[in-house]
């Protein structure tokens, strides 16, 4: 795992340069917290130093390359006038999961709801590199362009060019080892496809707002490199700035809790006043509880459940098949096991499913596990066994009284409800053993205390509270 001296100096480098948006365009300084989904951003930072300074060309070549090659091969894309939104009273900025989904996750209705609760004019940008190029008329988005007109790729070139100067004079400036590598990866990464998109980012979003002169910036509150360019953006025009912190929260949440006050938004939307206390350091943010779309009635009687285990993946691959390999090796010792495997949005692709039915046919195990691939809805709810990891959705489930037993000992820090007790299990025969032994009427009295410790942390949305934050 990334040393912990890393990650200060990450926090040193985007406090040092929060006046230079260049160096805020590299995602890796934005440490978001420890998750197999983004150790691959630092395996650089893990080799021995004599490698890295071997690995820096090769890489920084590899990069350039691309970059330039894509350049040319998009070219006619870069000659397309861009659109850019007229006068709007609230700028919303948000990203897709996949190119399927039907709703925003992370604002629906907002736009909507301000227009008619406060009279505010909205306009919706979608940061989402995908083929999408122009205007969504279902999902009212306006995607942001993959490339802007060919003076400004002219002009981000050159600047990337000097971007290396600063960064190899900051090189021979670095005080210890770890300067020296952060320094070095950035400049392997200065033409990556990561970086470069980040800065048209922010170039696009200075443009916008001399077009559109928005009061307000609505952002989502995860911790990304784009994020924060969108903030210095609003800044630079005076634009409040209201971050929303969707989901759950984790132990070690670096990227929301990074001490760097300076680049705080003015307003924090929470979807519960149960997560209000760890805010209590964000001296210079005001703290709103908007609620959330995941809001739930908490059940007082929980209704009638049945034996059918309920495994919960996030959006990632191998967390996905970790789940699908526990239930292959818990059926194996016991063959009257039966689970449901409820997709994330991220693999509700045709390709995705299609892939996942394979891989359990191929496991024999295909008859015991049925797929659920839309949204999880009371209903069709039926488990007294959730098994989770990282999903959020597993503080819904506890409200209609599952049982969560948390799979992993070693990735306890990515439970979304780690301020809880709760059973853990690693292995298949864990699993069979904990079932075996499980009487779901002794552990309903547990099951409430846990809903009562979980209550307040996804109410139901209410935007009323931004009122104040208007002057209205």
Known sequence: MLDQRYIQKFDEIIL???????FLAFNFLFFIRRHDVFKDNYKFLGLFPLFQFILVMPIFLLHFLKYI???????????????????SDCLFITHSINDF?????????????????????????????????????????????????????????????????????????????????????????????????????YK??????????????????????????????????SVSVFAYQHSAIFSDQHSIFRNLPELHPDVICIPGSGYKHFYKNFSRSKIA?????????????????GD??????????????????LASSAIEINNDLNFMLQLHPFH????????????????????????????????VFKSKIALYRGSSLIIKLLGWGAYPVFYGSNMIYQDPIFWIEKELINKGSDLDSLIKNFDYLNKRSIIKDMQYCCSSYFQEQNLKTLGVHFGK
Not at 69 to 87: A, E, G, R, V
């Open 16 to 22: 040092l340069n929060r006046d230079f948006p260049q």
């Open 69 to 87: 090659s894509l350049l040319f091969i998009n070219l006619p894309f870069s000659l397309i006038k861009t659109n850019y939104q007229k006068l």
């Open 101 to 201: 989904e039907e709703k925003d996750l992370y604002f629906p209705s907002w736009d909507q709801e301000l227009k008619n609760e406060f009279g505010l004019l909205s306009k919706n940008l979608c940061f989402d590199y995908s083929k999408k190029v122009f205007k969504d008329l279902k999902r009212k988005k306006i995607y942001i362009p993959k490339y802007l007109n060919p003076v400004a790729e002219i002009k981000i070139f050159l600047s990337q060019l000097h971007l290396i100067l600063l960064i190899i004079i900051k090189l021979f400036q670095a005080k210890d080892t770890q300067e020296v590598s952060i320094y070095l990866k950035m400049i392997s990464e200065v033409f990556s496809l990561s970086v470069i998109n980040n800065i048209r980012f």
């Open 204 to 237: 696009y979003l200075c443009k916008q707002f001399t077009f559109s002169k928005p009061k307000y910036l609505f952002i989502t509150f995860e911790g990304h490199a784009w994020e924060t360019l969108a903030l210095i953006v609003a800044k630079r025009f």
């Open 289 to 305: 509880v908007t609620g959330s779309v995941r809001s739930f009635e908490f059940n007082p009687e929980i209704k009638e459940l």
């Open 308 to 325: 059918t285990i309920l495994l919960l993946p996030e959006g990632i691959d191998s967390e996905l098949f970790a789940f699908i390999d």
């Open 348 to 379: 509700r692709t045709d390709k995705a499913i299609n892939t996942i039915k394979a891989m359990i046919k191929t496991k024999g195990i295909h008859e015991r596990i049925t797929i659920n691939e839309s949204d999880l809805t009371y209903d």
